[in-house]
């Protein structure tokens, strides 16, 4: 599969080294069929001269189109190395390669009728918001949506000025590491108000991305109040080469991530998340 | 008008205890209101009080000179504060403040430790319950310091 050029039409900087591209394909291309994708498939941003890099949709869930201009897609990005520090360098009007949508995305469908928990920590919102926007767009028939999200710091939250705007319709506990006297919400760990929080497990789906560790912590408080181990999935982020299952790069125990995952349901994934060495 | 007794039996630390146990505790406690700013208890400061926070929302802080009062968590409705009673020198190792109205039950820490004395049955079942929650406090403490959304390049050239 060959990269398509896209254009970025709008850069923002969401803290330091850490930024979300909009991208458009380039204009001779903008008769094809827009890309069309799941929450939490995800994309082959190519910087040219530097590599590719796997990188989810943070956008509109089915990457809506704009009347004759192709899809817009959006990405969040943190600057990690080679290549996501030459993404990074990108700026408005720079073109680079894109290949996908790629993987296995959120099984929304699991939400309906049921208590639904979007659990993220840092970065792990970006590909967990296109499931807010579905929610927020009432295309997921849960009968109730509530965000948990942890980062670092107050000055690490990823889409501050959305994040207020989705505490009108989404519950919110939002939960930093390290704060000072301004912050108003929660200081300590997001398992903190998770286990806090009155949850019906029977009756409950969650949806988890974030350092692998923090969903292991976050896994475990779900269980110990019932939420059974069908009911969770998780993101799981490994390097990536080809994205299309065929060089064996991404191997996870049985599973390609590429195109298995990256979204896991926990109870078919449970002996591989304790093996150390995979 | 609720008893300290009802209070108590509200308050999740104690879900699931006698009634008989509560009321027999009861003695030990006052039920209190603390304004935005005001301490609950002070690094240093005897360490008098097991506070129940009913609602409302306290930082738990130390003070760095140069750099004044740094939070280490927040405690909401539902969880307790202070276990420096329990043992000799009875000494608070932390600030605990109030931000915006708390409203709090306290237990006498001596009182509290003569009826554990006096019915070891209930005293160990009160230090399981505060074993759990120093256990969930020491894990929460434990991953905050990794740093875990931190980018684990910036990790590895720290180390
Ligand atoms: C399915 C999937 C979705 C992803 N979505 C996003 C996203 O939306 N936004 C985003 O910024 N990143 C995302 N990532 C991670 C991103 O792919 C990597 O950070 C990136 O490939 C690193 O490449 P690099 O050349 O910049 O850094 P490298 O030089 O390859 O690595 C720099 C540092 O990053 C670490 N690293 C490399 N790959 C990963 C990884 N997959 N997960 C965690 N740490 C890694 C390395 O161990 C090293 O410490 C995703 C990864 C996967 C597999
Ligand atoms: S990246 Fe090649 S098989 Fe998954």
Request: hydrophobic share 40%; proline share 5%.
């Amino acid at each position: 599969m060959t990269p398509s050029i896209y254009q970025v039409i709008h850069r923002q900087e969401e803290f330091a080294g850490t930024f979300t591209l909009r991208l458009q394909v380039q204009r001779k291309n903008r008769t094809n069929p827009p890309m069309r994708f799941n929450p939490g498939q995800f994309n082959m941003l190519y910087a040219f001269g530097t590599g590719e890099s796997a990188i989810s949709f943070s956008g509109l869930a089915c990457g809506r189109e704009l009347e004759g201009e192709g899809s817009i897609l959006i990405h969040t990005i943190r600057a990690q190395g080679n290549v996501t520090r030459a993404l990074e360098c990108l700026r408005e009007g720079d073109t680079l390669g894109v290949r996908g949508p790629f993987g296995q995305g959120w099984p929304l469908q699991k939400a309906k009728g049921k208590e639904l928990l979007i659990i993220a920590g840092g970065l792990g919102l970006a590909p967990l918001r296109p499931v807010i926007y579905a929610a927020l767009e009432g295309r997921l028939a849960a009968n109730k949506v509530r965000l948990f999200y942890g980062a670092r710091h107050p000055s690490e939250l990823l889409y501050r000025e959305e994040l207020e705007s989705w505490a009108k319709q989404i519950e919110q506990e939002i939960s930093v590491d390290h704060g000072d006297g301004t912050w108003p919400g929660h200081i300590g760990v997001i398992t903190d108000p998770l286990q806090a929080a009155r949850i019906d497990g029977a009756n409950t789906v969650a949806f988890l991305c974030g350092p692998e560790i923090m969903m292991r912590f976050c896994i475990q408080a779900l269980l110990r109040k019932g939420v059974p181990a069908s009911a969770i999935s998780l993101s799981m982020e490994r390097n990536m080469k080809c994205a299309t299952g065929l060089c064996g790069h991404c191997q996870w125990g049985p599973n390609f991530i590429c195109k298995d995952g990256p979204v896991f349901c926990y109870e078919d994934i449970r002996p591989w998340l304790q093996i150390r060495s995979l | 008008m609720k008893t300290i007794a009802d209070l108590l039996h509200e308050h999740p630390f104690f879900h699931g205890l006698e009634e008989c146990d509560l009321q027999f505790l009861a003695s030990c406690g006052e039920n209190c209101v603390y304004h935005d700013g005001d301490y609950l208890a002070q690094e240093n400061n005897p360490a008098n009080h097991f506070f129940l926070i009913r609602s409302g929302r306290v930082t738990v802080e130390t003070f760095v000179p140069n750099r004044g009062a740094l939070c280490l968590l927040t405690l909401h409705g539902g969880d307790i504060f202070g276990w420096s009673w329990l043992f000799p020198p009875y000494i608070s190792a932390f600030d605990a403040r109030a931000q915006g109205d708390v409203r709090s039950l306290r237990l006498g820490g001596e009182c509290l430790r003569n009826k554990c004395e006096e019915d070891p049955k209930l005293g160990f079942e009160l230090m399981k319950r505060f074993a759990k929650i120093a256990t969930e406090r020491l894990q929460s403490a434990r991953i905050q310091l990794l740093d875990i959304y931190g980018s684990p390049s910036a990790q590895s050239h720290a180390t």
